[in-house]
C-alpha cells in the first residue's frame, strides 16, 4: 500500500528570492563554528554544508572575516586572502552539486576582539575607544582604538573586497553582518557610538557606515547578490539603542532603495544569546518598510516557522540551533518527526567531526 504523502506547510512551500527559486522557506543561517584553522575554511566543511543542502534551500556561511583585523574569536574563517578563497571554492561547489543557493556572512568584529587575534598585537578598532566589560562570556576583552575619520573608507574598502572574493570563491552572494554587538552593529547604536563627526550623533550619521559598506558591496557584486543581517532590538556584547523600532525601520527603508535582495533580522525577543523573552515588539515595521525577501531569525521552531509564513510575517525562517543539530530538518519538518537536540558544549569546539558532521539523519523507510 502507498505511504499517503503529509498535507504541504507553509515553510516548505515555494519561493523566489529574486533570481533564486527557492523549493521551501526553511534556512540555514549563518553559525560560527570555530573549525576553520588558522582562519582557513577546512575539507570537513564540505561534509558540514553539504549535509544540511537541499536542492532549493538557502544556506548562509558562518559569519567570514573580511581582514586581518576583522578576528575576534578562535578558528573562524576569512575571506581576504587567495587561499581563503581557494578553500572556500570546493565547499560552495559542494552546495551547488545539491542544487543549494549559498551565501557567504561578511564580518568585522570591530571591538569585540582582544590584542592576540590582531595584527602586531594592535588594540582592535571600533567606532569608539569604550570597550567591552573585560570578563563578559569568560574573555578578558581588549580596550579598543577609536577610528579616525579618514581610516573609515578602508574598512567599507575591506567589505567590498571581501564581497568580490566571495563570489571568486563560488558563493550565491553575501550577506553583510550588521547584528550581533559587531563592528557594524556598534556604529549604529546609540549606547555604543559615542562619536562627534559624521559617522555619530544623529541616526542618518549613525547608519553612514552600514551604509557606506552596503552602496560598496552592491556596486562591486550587484544588488541581486547582496543580503543584511541587523538586530536592532539585541544588546549583544553591550550594544543597546534607545529606539531600536526607529532604528530598525530606517535601516529597512535605506536598505529598500539599495534593492538589496533580502533583510534578515534577529526577533525582539533574543536581546540576548541564548534567552527568548517575552516582549511587545515585533518585525512587522521592518518588514513593511523593506519590499523585498524578509527572513526572521530568533528561536523559532516549526509551529511559529509555519505561523509567520502563513501569516505573511516573513517569507523566510531562519533555524539556527536546530539546522545545526539536525541536518535533514526540512524532511523533518515535513515529517513532523523528532529532532536531534543540540548539544551546546560542542558548538564552537575546533573538533572536525563532533558536534559538527556526527548529528544524525532521520531514518525513514522506504
Not at 92 to 120: L, M
Not at 140 to 145: A, L
Request: charge should be negative; glycine fraction near 8%.
Amino acid at each position: 500500500m502507498a505511504a499517503t504523502t503529509p498535507p504541504t506547510i507553509p515553510l516548505l512551500t515555494p519561493y523566489k528570492m529574486g533570481k533564486f527559486d527557492l523549493s521551501h522557506r526553511v534556512v540555514l543561517p549563518p553559525l560560527t563554528r570555530s573549525r576553520s584553522y588558522a582562519n582557513v575554511p577546512q575539507p570537513h566543511a564540505i561534509v558540514y554544508y553539504s549535509q544540511r543542502t537541499t536542492k532549493g534551500g538557502l544556506l548562509i556561511a558562518e559569519a567570514t572575516g573580511v581582514s586581518d583585523t576583522a578576528q575576534g574569536y578562535p578558528e573562524t574563517p576569512g575571506i581576504w586572502t587567495k587561499e581563503q578563497v581557494e578553500a572556500w571554492k570546493p565547499i560552495a561547489n559542494a552546495v551547488h552539486e545539491k542544487g543549494g543557493i549559498f551565501f557567504c556572512q561578511i564580518w568585522h568584529v570591530g571591538r569585540v576582539s582582544t590584542n592576540a587575534y590582531q595584527p602586531n598585537g594592535q588594540a582592535p578598532v571600533s567606532c569608539t575607544d569604550k570597550g567591552v566589560t573585560p570578563g563578559l562570556d569568560g574573555v578578558d576583552w581588549s580596550p579598543p582604538r577609536r577610528l579616525r575619520t579618514d581610516e573609515i573608507p578602508g574598512i567599507v574598502n575591506d567589505f567590498r573586497l571581501a564581497a568580490r572574493n566571495a563570489i571568486e570563491a563560488g558563493f550565491d552572494g553575501v550577506e553583510i553582518h550588521g547584528a550581533n554587538g559587531y563592528l557594524i552593529d556598534q556604529f549604529l547604536k546609540d549606547g555604543v557610538n559615542d562619536r562627534t563627526d559624521i559617522y555619530g550623533g544623529s541616526l542618518e550619521n549613525r547608519c553612514r557606515f552600514a551604509l557606506d559598506i552596503v552602496e560598496a558591496v552592491v556596486n562591486e557584486i550587484g544588488a541581486d547578490r547582496v543580503g543584511m543581517r541587523l538586530s536592532p532590538f539585541a544588546d549583544y556584547m553591550e550594544t543597546p539603542d534607545s529606539n531600536p523600532e526607529g532604528l530598525g525601520v530606517y535601516m529597512a527603508q535605506a536598505l529598500k532603495r539599495f534593492d538589496i535582495v533580502y533583510l534578515h533580522v534577529i526577533e525582539p525577543r533574543m536581546i540576548r544569546i541564548g534567552d527568548k523573552l517575552e516582549t511587545p515588539h515585533s518585525l512587522l515595521p521592518l518588514r513593511k518598510a523593506f519590499k523585498n525577501t524578509f527572513i526572521a531569525a530568533g528561536g523559532y521552531n516549526r509551529t511559529e516557522g509555519n505561523k509567520a509564513i502563513a501569516e505573511n510575517y516573513a517569507d523566510l525562517i531562519a533555524f539556527g540551533r536546530l539546522f545545526l543539530a539536525n541536518p535533514d530538518l526540512p524532511r523533518r519538518f515535513e515529517l513532523d518527526a523528532p529532532l536531534n537536540r543540540y548539544n551546546r558544549n560542542t558548538f564552537y569546539i575546533p573538533d572536525p567531526v563532533v558536534g559538527y558532521t556526527d548529528y544524525p539523519f532521520l531514518e525513514v523507510p522506504a
